[in-house]
């Protein structure tokens, strides 16, 4: 399982992802669910990848090969626009279903993938997508400014009541850091190490892209200080004694 998440904010996209494709008693299984797209000055875009593993790599793989034909075929390197952008990759995805679908399910196995896409090419503000296994997608709004894949119940409520759209850079990347962290405590199926990226608004580059491990003291700072701060904000509401006593009113 993995837990991926993107934010689309005025001030750019921040996108971060673990690498556990497999957890059991006896085997854990790391690969990296980022794959970035980079032309600086003209585009920057990341993928966020869940789902089967087999699949999802073999959609890289399509996507890389027509980045290879130099020009000669739609890539992520030479289309227009992030929607075209999305649109390429549902294509791909469908390419991948209509090849493997059937011997998957022959074995019983669930065509499951699931994608993230965010960055911005020169001409237009920075986007962000969720791209589901059939190929299809949404785009994220004002509104809806941020999307998970994977494993995001457990990380969800920290960005509903924390992110805005108007949030900083270094805000969100705060709040998803705490997002995965409150995922990571409570599945064991998602892990470290993480892939962090930011794009800022029109700087058509990767502004930043680190490997988040164990030894990261950021990180380790957030798990410890927002574990503290939960317990001591529960401590501080009071007891429910109306309740107990049967006070309460109907």
């Known amino acids: ?20 494709t497999n957890a059991g008693v006896d085997q854990i299984s790391t690969f990296r669910k980022m794959t970035i797209f980079e032309k600086p000055g003209e585009r ?111 990380g969800k409520p920290i960005i509903d009541r924390v992110l805005k759209r108007s949030s900083s850079i270094s805000h969100a990347v705060k709040c998803a850091l705490i997002s995965m962290d409150s995922t990571l405590r409570s599945n064991l199926s998602v892990g470290l190490p993480l892939d962090l990226a930011t794009i800022r608004s029109d700087g058509l580059r990767i502004d930043s892209h680190q490997t988040i491990d164990n030894n990261d003291t950021y990180f ?8 503290e701060s939960l317990l001591h904000a529960f401590e501080a509401l009071p007891d429910p004694e109306t309740l107990l006593s049967g006070g309460g009113s109907e």
């Open 220 to 227: 380790q700072m957030i798990h410890t200080r927002w574990g």
């Open 44 to 154: 920057a875009i990341v993928l966020l990848s869940s789902g089967n593993l087999a699949i999802t790599q073999s959609l890289i793989s399509m996507l890389q090969e027509s980045i290879r034909a130099n020009g000669e075929r739609p890539s992520l390197m030479n289309v227009p626009n992030l929607f075209e952008a999305a649109r390429h990759v549902g294509d791909a995805l469908r390419e991948v279903f209509l090849r493997d679908a059937d011997a998957l399910k022959a074995f019983s196995i669930e065509f499951s993938a699931g994608f993230i896409l965010g960055g911005q090419i020169a001409g237009e503000p920075p986007r962000l997508f969720n791209i589901y296994a059939a190929g299809n997608f949404i785009e994220a709004t004002a509104e809806t400014p941020y999307f998970q894949i994977g494993e995001s119940k457990y």
């Open 1 to 20: 399982m993995t837990y991926c998440i993107g934010m689309l904010l005025d001030e750019g996209v921040v996108l971060l992802s673990d690498s556990r």
